[in-house]
Each structure stands twice: as structure tokens, then as C-alpha cells.
């Protein structure tokens, strides 16, 4: 039970800091966007950023440098109240990733 209290220690932090019962969000941060799986060619991947200079570089790596100038995303506070458009954008756009199992060679005695 140790275990489930603090793995839910940002929701119990919430709900007294806030007086707002925490809801369901499924694999998002309550306090985090983006924070969550987002669907690829090949599957799914996650994307947690956890602050505003690691929104920038995902931004980057991803192809994505215009959201780093939209006021709706400049911070995390701004990304969190507009996460359900920022899920709506990543689930839009195509990303295209190939994840390689690394396989041994047989040995041939």
C-alpha cells in the first residue's frame, strides 16, 4: 500500500493544495503536458517534457519547432490548460518511427 500512496503523491498534493478531487487522466501528468503516449508509425512512444527548455529540444527532435512560438505552449502552465488541443496537434501529425530489436547471430559450430 506504501507503493500506492506515493505513486499517487502528485494527485494527493493537488487535491490539498486545491480542494479539487483529482480525475481521471489515464498515462497523463496531472501537472506535466505534454505527458503521454503519443501513436507512431509502428506504435506507440512517450513523450514526457518535463520543463519549458526540454519542450523546445522534443519540439526540435520532433519537426515541431512552431509550437515553440505559440502563446497556447510557452510554458508548461499554458500547456497544461490547453492539453487536450496539444494531444489533438501530436496525434495529427504522422511520426514515423522504426524501433530495431537487436537480434545475436547464430553461431555456426
Request: charged residues 25%; aromatic residues 12%; hydrophobic residues 40%.
Amino acid at each position: 500500500m506504501d507503493v500506492q500512496v506515493a505513486y499517487l503523491a502528485n494527485q494527493g498534493m493537488n487535491y490539498l493544495v486545491s480542494g479539487v478531487p483529482p480525475v481521471r487522466l489515464g498515462n497523463y501528468h496531472p501537472n506535466i503536458a505534454p505527458y503521454q503516449a503519443v501513436q507512431c508509425s509502428d506504435g506507440f512512444f512517450i513523450l514526457a517534457v518535463g520543463n519549458d527548455k526540454q519542450f523546445i529540444s522534443a519540439c526540435k527532435a520532433l519537426d515541431l519547432e512552431e509550437l515553440t512560438i505559440d502563446s497556447r505552449f510557452k510554458t508548461n502552465s499554458m500547456r497544461v490548460k490547453n492539453r487536450e488541443l496539444l494531444k489533438d496537434i501530436l496525434n495529427r501529425v504522422n511520426f514515423v518511427f522504426v524501433f530495431f530489436k537487436k537480434q545475436k547471430k547464430k553461431r555456426e559450430i
